[in-house]
């Protein structure tokens, strides 16, 4: 008499056919979500420098320049901003300038930057920061006009919040989807 080869599967009690064990779920969501947790760390940390760098280098490329139509300017400022002075690109080299306010702080290094005002083609010869509203005046020695253009920190500081705003909502959807995978694998593994 021979009996049948032994199953290498265990009967399921009652009535001697197989039951599969359960299947477990969540593990893809866990995964998806312990990585975007990761990568929003690491977001949290260059989204709003990246943001901040381009907003500002937009804002910088964009900033409207008026002639003053001579060789002063008066300007009155908002507070918290920066204020580029240009002259034409012929004479941008030679330009002294001096500025006259209260709180202001006066940079020549930020020079060479290009513009057109009115048709004609200006260089930055310097830079106005300002951190109260006031009216500030521009003297500069050695050129033909002066041309002047506000940028404010508010554009900049946009790009600051929504480069944090990003990375906080895609890492709350990553907690919730770790959180998800962790409740489904938990259910799935009970008898």
């Not at 310097?126 to 500030?136: A, E, R």
């Amino acid at each position: 008499m021979s009996y049948p080869a032994p199953s290498p599967y265990p009967s399921a009690p009652g009535n001697g056919s197989y039951a599969p064990p359960p299947r477990k779920r969540g593990m893809k969501r866990i995964v998806f979500g312990a990585l975007g947790i990761l990568a929003n760390l690491i977001g949290l940390v260059v989204m709003p420098l990246l943001a901040s760098i381009v907003v500002a280098a937009f804002a910088v490329l964009n900033v409207d320049a008026t002639s003053a139509g001579g060789t002063t300017a008066t300007i009155e400022t908002s507070s918290s901003s920066m204020i580029f002075v240009y002259a034409p690109a012929g004479e941008a080299a030679s330009a002294s300038c001096e500025v006259t306010g209260s709180d202001v702080e006066w940079d020549a290094s930020t020079s060479g930057m290009p513009v057109t005002v009115d048709g004609a083609a200006y260089e930055s010869v310097g830079t106005v920061t300002v951190t109260s509203s006031q009216q500030v005046d521009v003297a500069c020695q050695g050129v033909s006009d002066v041309a002047v253009g506000e940028m404010g920190f508010g554009s900049t500081l946009v790009g600051l919040v929504v480069g944090l705003l990003i990375p906080v909502l895609l890492g709350l959807v990553a907690i919730a989807l770790l959180i998800w995978g962790i409740v489904a694998r938990v259910r799935s593994s009970r008898p």
